[in-house]
Every structure is written in C-alpha cells, then in structure tokens.
C-alpha cells in the first residue's frame, strides 16, 4: 500500500485520461480491441506487450477497479468477476486439482458451503471444516493432500471472528494457500494481506456496490497465484460486464464514508437492543459481549455493518417479526444503502441440514441485519415496533 490515506487512494485512482480530457472515466462498451498491424496483435496475444485485446480477458474498466481495490487492500494484483459466487469459486477452483484437499472454518456462506460439499467432490476435490471454538488442533486437520485454507471473517451471518495474524501464520507453517472471504468487512475495516493472506476474495455485489444495483466479485492476492486466477477466469468466462465494473469503480470512491455510517447504525442497533427481554442474544462484533469482541478490536477498525438478533419463539416468531417491518427490506442483499433484513435458516442457508446450522450458530429465530444508512433511530423504532407486534 501506498502512504496515502484508504479515502484518498479510493478517490484518486483512476485510469488513464483519453483524448478527451474526460475528468470521470467513460464506460468501454465494447467487446474487443483493434490493433495497429497484424504484429502487434501476435505480441499482444503473446503477452509480449501489454494491451486490451477482448474483454472477456480484461477491460480498461475492469482494470480501473482492479487497480483501485489493490492499492487499499495491499494486495499486488488481482481480477474482477461477473459475481460474489464467481469470485468464491475461481479463488478455490483455478489453484486446485484432483486429489487436493482444502481446510475451511465452518462458518461460511450457504453457497460456498454447497461449493464444498457438492461441487468440488464431484472433480475429486475434498474438504473438512476446522470449528473456530477448536481452532488449537487446527493441526490435526491438515492432510498431507490439504493445499488451501479457506476462511470468512466476520462470518455470514454467524459474525464469527477469526484471528488473522494465527491463521496467516498457520497456512504458511503447513505450506497453504490462505484465501479470506473479506466481503463483510471490507477493504476499508480489514486488509488480510497484511496478516499473511495469499488470496483475498470479494462479493462487490454487497458493501463495495453499496446500493443494491449491480452484481461483481474480485480475486485480489500475490501476482503469481492471480496468474494462475487470470488464466482459469480468461478461459471459463465468469467476466464482469464494463457497465458494473465502471459502477463499482466509482462506488469505491464512497466506501470509507458509507462503511463509517453502516458501522456507526450497526453498533447503535446492537447496543440498544443487547439487553431486550424478547431477544434470546444480540451479536456485533464490537460489543463487548461478543465472544471475540477483542480479537475484533485488534483486526478491525470497526464492527461491520452487520447485526444478528435472535428473537425467543424461533422461526414462527421470526416470521412475524419480518411481517411486521415497515421501512426495513426484506431481501438476500446485504450491504445497501437501506437496511435489510434476512432469515438465514429459511433463505441464504436454507441448504444447510439443521444440523449444520446448529454448529455455526444459525438458530431458527435468528434474523440478519444489514444496517443501512438511515438515521439509526428510524431503524431502531421499526425494529421495536416489529417485535412489540409480534409477540
């Protein structure tokens, strides 16, 4: 990372001016790139030279973003992808082959999880979840095939924490690619390259977006392994249409201000309602009732913008809650400028046997909350309103 300022860097990155003197980058609507002369489209596809060729391989918008996000989250290269979930699986799929195994902390999103367990064994790749309450025999996992250690933290929507420095220096002692799921906190609340991370992946669609508009994901990490990335997303496909990347481009510019607001409602939310007698427990990550509340403190420069509440009556009670809400949305998205509300055992981990859910903390009448950018007093009020009627 450079010695400017996160906000600086995010505002001031930008691509190269074109004859125009535009002061904000166009959109490079178009799928392929012209060449001077038949030679200088060999050395381009050759590598030998550097250039747009097509922009299922990269796109002036695209790499505007890449640029961006790599200066904040110090990370030296890295590729932008048509989705979150595309993201989650090139990290994983263009580093493993059959026979590899990987090491993943429990807690992670249902669509990573079904990844995991459905997906990858199908091309002869393994995996074993590592719980964070057990995370000193760690060791014990790792099998002489284990080539990746794949983590989430904070984890959606559990909000567990995991110790960044003890992992990095985990992976690096049995020789694995680190890959952190950093879409909760973000660039701007923690970098996990700087803990020893190789590879740092991003659903854009969420706080990096930040208005619920277009779908992304980004690859970022060391320049060799993001090769590798470029090579297996060139050819696969998953490309980010110019038109998003220009959106998440300049929705950067805003993420520092627009992160301290959705921590700043998130944390009001949390503290208001840790003590309420129709609430089994409240989680956020910066009160202090939370179980890594310091660790948190450590890694983190604030809470996040999510909040769990888990209401006593379970699902049916959950129901009503959701039913009664007036302003806040209920929707899978996170990471908006509106709060939302989700119910995770019924909707984004719904795949997840009782079991599982059980084992990450996802309990029938736990609700999500992604705290938008209103006036936290307005959230507060639609939250109590909603659980006094739903008694």
């Not at 079991?355 to 992604?370: A, C, F, K, N, T």
Request: aromatic share 8%; net charge negative; charged share 25%.
């Amino acid at each position: 990372m450079s010695n400017k300022h996160f906000e600086t860097e995010a505002v001031r990155i930008a691509s190269s001016k074109s004859n125009q003197r535009e002061h904000s980058a166009p959109i490079y609507m178009t799928s392929s790139f012209t060449f001077d002369s038949a030679e200088e489209a060999r050395q381009m596809f050759a590598e030998e030279i550097p250039g747009n060729i097509y922009s299922r391989y990269a796109n002036p918008n695209s790499s505007d973003l890449i640029e961006k996000v790599c200066a904040v989250e110090g990370t030296e290269d890295g590729i932008a992808t048509a989705s979150g979930m595309a993201a989650m699986f090139g990290s994983m799929a263009s580093l493993l082959e059959q026979g590899d195994h990987i090491l993943a902390s429990r807690s992670l999103f249902g669509s990573t999880h079904q990844l995991l367990t459905r997906v990858f064994p199908k091309w002869g790749i393994t995996s074993t979840y590592g719980d964070i309450s057990d995370i000193e025999n760690w060791d014990k996992l790792v099998k002489p095939n284990t080539k990746m250690l794949f983590i989430e933290t904070p984890s959606n929507p559990g909000l567990e924490v995991i110790d960044l420095e003890w992992i990095g220096k985990f992976a690096k002692a049995h020789n694995l690619i680190l890959v952190v799921d950093n879409c909760f906190a973000t660039p701007y609340l923690q970098q996990p390259a700087k803990w020893g991370a190789d590879i740092v992946a991003h659903s854009a669609t969420k706080y990096i977006d930040g208005q619920g508009r277009v779908l992304g994901g980004l690859i970022l990490g060391k320049q060799e392994l993001i090769k590798e990335v470029q090579f297996f997303t060139r050819h696969t496909g998953p490309s980010i249409s110019p038109f998003n990347a220009w959106i998440l481009s300049r929705s950067m510019e805003t993420l520092a201000i627009r992160m301290e607001r959705h921590c700043a409602n998130a944390l009001a939310v949390a503290s208001y309602f840790q003590d309420n007698k129709e609430l089994e427990f409240v989680k956020y990550p910066f009160l202090k009732s939370h179980p890594q509340h310091d660790l948190a403190k450590k890694q983190m420069k604030h809470g996040g913008g999510i909040v769990t509440l888990t209401l006593k009556g379970g699902i049916e009670r959950a129901q009503r809650f959701i039913d009664e809400l007036q302003m806040i949305t209920v929707t899978a998205n996170l990471g908006d400028t509106r709060s939302i509300i989700t119910h995770p055992a019924s909707t984004t981990h719904s795949k997840l046997t009782e079991e599982e859910r059980q084992r990450v903390g996802i309990l029938p009448g736990l609700i999500r909350l992604s705290a938008g950018l209103e006036h936290h007093d307005d959230i507060i009020a639609d939250i109590e309103r909603a659980l006094e009627r739903s008694k």
